[in-house]
């Protein structure tokens, strides 16, 4: 199942618990606005290529609709879509007064040239910026995207519209962007862990952690996990995967990534097949990598107790079903990788004020937004008798829905 009909399914189901009115329930369905723009450039050696941008504006009842930007060769319009219609479940799950949206480019930004990426960057701004801005819709990095993307995007949109460092967040610290923010995804993944395990008595100290990729998310939520005394025995990124019972040397697997672009070949531990690492023996399982990674051909393998999807969308419907039986807790994307643009929202706070919070204000700010979704949306699995996802969609629904009655839908 793809990533559209997974999260279109999950939201009927969600609409079915909640009793919403049929055509209450298309409208938060259908996206606000959906963009495909062509982007050509000239590459550095002077030929010229094309790519195409999506952008897809999918509600902005509760404020300007916010979401990432992705560069990536298997980006199409559903997917875009999916994830858009995430976001709005996601904001609102987080309780930020924002709506949902998702953007990107299909490249491969690996075989692009720093000066070519900026070019493209430029030309996508160009081709949206009067579709986007500070109270309508907020762009941030992705995949494949960063800071100095963010940056490009600010420096081009303001061209047109004056200097507006809200426009955009994940923006480096010297243009208006938030300490803490790099961090932000990972340390929401740590703080929600921390919400669940408490449900049960347990800590993050003492647990075994696999994590499955080791990008921004995954990389930070090895960090402080092992920080707050977890032991992370194995992780696996795009290059390979590695494994230590004993618990891996995270600081060491960091420098060793930055220094080869990757895990690949790191001595701390044994080398595994990167196919195996979501079935290996753990407490925790943390899939912080792509989508639908977990599905009905590996579900009953797993051995977690717990999953945390530091990913979107990384369990497929049907696998949801099998753990489930299985008795496996899954703290679904929608919440667990809250963090970002929970600190997002704090970076376009500041902007907006003008007015800069230093970082234990942002990190305290967090835990308390991340534990207060998670309460949140365990009264609604209290309400609606269901699990954990079930408990996250009907709360950012039913906030979106409200949002959309009392702003005059029915006028």
């Known amino acids: 199942m793809n990533a559209l009909a997974a999260t279109s399914r999950n939201f009927k189901q969600a609409a079915k618990l909640l009793a919403l009115d049929s055509k209450l329930e298309k409208s938060l369905l259908i996206p606000f606005r959906e963009i495909k723009v062509e982007c050509t450039i000239p590459k550095d050696d002077g030929t010229l290529a094309s790519y195409v941008g999506f952008r897809v504006q999918h509600d902005n009842a509760r404020g300007p609709m916010k979401g990432g930007i992705r560069y990536h060769h298997e980006v199409d319009p559903d997917e875009v879509n999916a994830l858009a219609q995430l976001m709005t479940?996601?904001?609102?799950?987080?309780?930020?007064?924002y709506g949902g949206a998702k953007g990107g480019i299909g490249c491969s930004p690996g075989e692009l040239s720093i000066s070519e990426l900026e070019r493209l960057t430029r030309v996508f701004t160009q081709k949206i910026h009067d579709l986007i801005g500070i109270h309508t819709d907020v762009p941030a990095p992705d995949m494949g995207t960063n800071s100095q993307t963010m940056a490009w995007i600010l420096d081009e949109y303001?061209?047109?519209?004056?200097?507006?460092?809200?426009?955009?967040?994940?923006?480096?610290?010297?243009?208006?962007?938030?300490?803490?923010?790099d961090a932000a995804t990972g340390r929401g993944v740590l703080f929600a862990t921390e919400a669940l395990l408490a449900e049960h008595g347990k800590g993050i100290a003492g647990q075994r952690f696999v994590i499955q990729g080791f990008g921004n998310v995954g990389s930070w939520a090895a960090q402080l996990i092992t920080e707050a005394g977890g032991k992370v025995i194995a992780i696996s990124d795009v290059t390979g995967a590695v494994k230590n019972v004993n618990g891996l040397d995270i600081a060491q697997l960091v420098k060793h990534s930055a220094q080869n672009r990757g895990i690949k070949g790191f001595n701390g531990g044994d080398a595994i097949d990167p196919n195996s690492l979501l079935t290996e023996e753990c407490d925790v399982l943390v899939p912080a990598a792509l989508g639908g990674v977990i599905n009905r051909d590996n579900a009953n393998d797993i051995k977690a107790k717990y999953i945390i999807e530091a990913a979107n969308h990384p369990t497929d419907p049907e696998a949801d079903e099998i753990l489930s039986k299985k008795g496996v807790l899954i703290l679904p994307?929608?919440?667990?990788?809250?963090?970002?643009?929970?600190?997002?929202?704090?970076e376009w706070v500041q902007n907006i004020q003008g007015f800069m919070w230093d970082e234990e204000k942002v990190n305290a700010e967090l835990r308390t937004y991340m534990t207060r979704a998670f309460a949140d949306v365990k009264q609604m699995c209290r309400s609606h008798n269901c699990d954990l996802r079930m408990g996250a969609f009907t709360l950012g629904v039913n906030r979106v829905a409200r949002a959309t009655v009392l702003r005059g839908w029915e006028a």
Do not use: C, E, Q
């Not at 479940?89 to 007064?97: G, L």
């Not at 994307?333 to 704090?346: K, M, P």
């Open 89 to 97: 479940w996601k904001t609102a799950v987080a309780n930020i007064p």
């Open 158 to 181: 303001s061209k047109f519209h004056g200097y507006s460092p809200a426009v955009v967040t994940g923006k480096p610290v010297d243009l208006g962007g938030s300490l803490g923010r």
């Open 333 to 346: 994307d929608i919440l667990a990788n809250s963090g970002g643009v929970t600190v997002s929202y704090f």
